[in-house]
């Protein structure tokens, strides 16, 4: 029976880098985890341990810093597209490269201009593909985003079986942890603004939508990116019902009208789905 190399590819994982931009007394931070992964004709290091088509990790990890030194770090999604097409172009037997960043946020502190806290918000991120046939896919996002609702959700009208134990809910909390990403569709101007504006839909959406299912509030904020920010085509969002339960204070002679909760770690339901428009293009590898 023949047996062949499938698809495979190799890299540097989470390549930490901290960019420091000096201007004058004040100072700007970006911190950023680098991911870089190449593809290719990659069949003799696989099958005889031939290494000359190998561009070695530990090269990966140096360009990373090296770029960061020469072109410097702005938004996320250029940097990943400097060093994607640098990869891709860099050695003949490279065909194509993914480079992933996740950038963790830090707030100046004001007493100095050089002193920062650490964000304890959501992580950016952005995933880039380049091939040596020039295609290119961006597709940006940000995890950790925890939102939460005391009222303005409902669970009922749900299908039973034997091992239902679920009582309707007409008022709970709904709570969240946002993973959600975002195909851009082409060429994007701003890569600043349009993380802003699509963070800032996801907001409004699912603080205006009354909910009667979290399926339903992940659609009304895919929707509403999709709506307001013209230059992505397809929302990717995962969704875990982070669920609060309130507790039984009777026995304390005490009444709860939905003011004591215990906040449960797990199990817990996980709502995912993609929302795009009709004719969004062809996603390619974007979503690798």
């Known amino acids: 029976m023949p047996i062949i190399l499938g698809p495979n590819r190799y890299g540097k994982a989470e390549t930490r880098l901290v960019r420091v931009t000096r201007d004058g007394a004040t100072h700007h931070l970006k911190d950023l985890n680098v991911s870089t992964s190449l593809s290719g004709a990659m069949e003799p290091v696989h099958l005889t341990g031939d290494n000359s088509a190998v561009l070695p990790t530990d090269t990966q990890k140096n360009t990373v810093y090296a770029f960061a030194g020469k072109h410097g770090v702005d938004q996320i999604e250029d940097f990943a597209l400097l060093l994607a097409r640098h990869f891709a172009g860099s050695q003949p037997a490279i065909h194509h490269a993914r480079v992933e960043i996740e950038e963790y946020g830090w707030s100046r502190v004001p007493v100095t201009p050089h002193s920062f806290v650490r964000d304890g918000g959501e992580v950016r991120t952005c995933v880039v593909h380049h091939d040596r046939d020039g295609r290119t896919t961006v597709v940006s996002g940000l995890t950790d985003l925890v939102l939460l609702n005391t009222t303005g959700s409902e669970f009922h009208g749900f299908a039973v079986d034997q091992y239902t ?8 909390v709904l709570a969240t942890a946002v993973t959600a990403r975002w195909r851009h569709a082409g060429d994007t101007p701003s890569y600043a603004s349009s993380y802003a504006r699509v963070r800032q839909s996801l907001l409004e959406a699912f603080a205006g939508t009354h909910s009667l299912s979290l399926q339903q509030t992940l659609y009304a904020m895919g929707e509403r990116a999709l709506r307001t920010c013209e230059e992505i085509c397809e929302v990717r ?7 609060h339960f309130l507790v039984d204070l009777a026995p304390f002679g005490l009444d709860n009208e ?5 906040a449960a770690d797990r199990p817990y339901g996980l709502i995912e789905g993609a929302v795009l428009r009709e004719d969004a293009p062809d996603a390619a590898f974007a979503w690798e």
Request: proline fraction near 10%; charged fraction near 20%; charge should be neutral.
């Open 258 to 262: 939905g003011e004591v909760y215990h």
């Open 237 to 243: 969002l995962t969704l875990p019902n982070r669920h």
């Open 165 to 172: 134990t679920l009582a309707p809910a007409a008022d709970r």
